[in-house]
């Protein structure tokens, strides 16, 4: 039997949703940059533009920072984390984080809300 309160409110899963894309975005953004970045150093030297490069990733990585903030579980606060980390959770943080969960490790709410059956 499914309690309710093991799913997000619709109002909990907007707000999860809509920090969860700006984390992704975040990301995809810097994955972007770094494919540009590799492609355009084989047709010319980008050490003459590392003035515009260097802080333009800088932002990027800054931008995951500050958006992996706002994505995190609205039941407990805590990001959604792929696994328990038991050890040096400033580390691994970044990798820790999941991007696609199904459900928090910290408190177990679904990242769904109740009316989804999927
Ligand atoms: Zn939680």
Same mark, same amino acid.
Request: glycine content about 4%; proline content about 3%; hydrophobic content about 55%.
């Given at each position: 039997m499914i309690k309710s309160d093991e799913y997000l409110s619709p109002t909990e899963k907007a707000r999860f949703e809509a920090g969860r894309k700006k984390f992704l975005t975040a990301v =995809? @953004? #810097?994955?972007? @940059?770094c494919v540009i @970045?590799? #492609?355009i150093s084989h047709f010319m030297l980008l050490d003459d533009y590392s003035w515009i490069v260097l802080p333009a990733l800088f932002a990027a990585i800054i931008n995951v920072i500050v958006r992996s903030w706002s994505y995190k579980c609205p039941r407990c606060k805590? =990001?959604? *984390? *792929?696994?328990? &980390?038991?050890?040096?959770?400033? #580390? $691994?943080? $970044?990798? *820790? &984080?999941a991007l696609m969960p199904k459900q928090c490790s910290h408190c177990g709410v679904h990242f769904k809300d109740f009316n989804e059956k999927s």
């Open positions: =995809a @953004l #810097v994955a972007a @940059l @970045l590799s #492609v805590k =990001a959604p *984390a *792929a696994k328990r &980390i038991s050890f040096g959770e400033e #580390v $691994s943080y $970044s990798s *820790a &984080i």
